[in-house]
C-alpha cells in the first residue's frame, strides 16, 4: 500500500489537502465519508487499514436501505489525515470542488457471522474482493459490506446489511448534508445554468 499516487495527483503549494504519509495510528480504526462536489458530486468513503485510507468515491453516496447496492469505485489511497479534510480544493488542481464531511467515527472489521477479525485478516479479504465491517458513525450504523464486481479493477459495490440500523424506505444521503454543502451545491447549479 503506498501513498505515492495520491501525492502525484496533488501540488501541495495549489491545494489544501494534506501531503500523504504513511503512518499509524494508535486506537480503534476509523472511517470518514466526505461529501465531494468536484466536476460530478459523489461522496467518498474512506476506510483505516494499514496507516492509510483505503478509499472508495461513490456516486451517489451511502444508503442504509439493504436494496441499494451502491456504485463504489476503488480510488487512490489517501493519507489518514485526510479523514480531518474539509474545504475549497482550487480550481486547476486534482478533484477541484468543496469537500464536508459527511459522517466519520469508528468501524470494525468482521467475518460472515458479524466476529470481529484482525485488520491483518480484513487486508487479506480486501485483496480477495469482498469485506464486512461494523460502522459506528452518526450516519451510518451497522454492518455493511464492499464487494469487488469482477469486470475490472476498480468497480465494487456498497450494501447495507439487514440489521437494526437498515431501513427499508428510500435513502438518500442529500438529505443528511450539512446546509453548508447544499448551498455550495445550490450556488454551483446556479453559475451553470446561467452559463447555458
Ligand atoms: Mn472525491
Redesign the pocket.
Known amino acids: 500500500m503506498s501513498l505515492v499516487k495520491y501525492n502525484s495527483k496533488r501540488s501541495f503549494n495549489d491545494t489544501p489537502e494534506p501531503s500523504g504519509k504513511q503512518g499509524s495510528k494508535p486506537g480503534k480504526l476509523i472511517f470518514v465519508v ?1 461529501r ?1 462536489h ?1 466536476s460530478h458530486l ?1 461522496y ?1 468513503f474512506r476506510l483505516e487499514l494499514e496507516g492509510a485510507l483505503k478509499s472508495w ?1 461513490v456516486p451517489k453516496g451511502p444508503s442504509l436501505n439493504p436494496k441499494d447496492k451502491r456504485l463504489a469505485m476503488m ?1 487512490e489511497d489517501h493519507p489518514i489525515s485526510y479523514a480531518t479534510f474539509e474545504g475549497d480544493i482550487p480550481a486547476g488542481n486534482y ?1 477541484a470542488g468543496h ?1 464536508d464531511i459527511w459522517d466519520h467515527g469508528t468501524y470494525e472489521p468482521v467475518d460472515d457471522n458479524g466476529a470481529v477479525i484482525t485488520a491483518r485478516k480484513f487486508a487479506q479479504n480486501l485483496d480477495a474482493g469482498s469485506i464486512k465491517f461494523r460502522m459506528h458513525g452518526k450516519h451510518l450504523k451497522g454492518e455493511f459490506a464492499l464487494v469487488h464486481m469482477k469486470k475490472d479493477a476498480k468497480t465494487w459495490l456498497l450494501i447495507k446489511h439487514k440489521d437494526k440500523y437498515a431501513t427499508e424506505e428510500d435513502y438518500s444521503s442529500e438529505d443528511y448534508a450539512k446546509k453548508s454543502s447544499l448551498a455550495y451545491t445550490a450556488k454551483r447549479n446556479e453559475v451553470s445554468v446561467k452559463k447555458k
Open positions: 466526505q465531494h468536484a459523489h467518498d468515491a480510488v478533484g469537500v
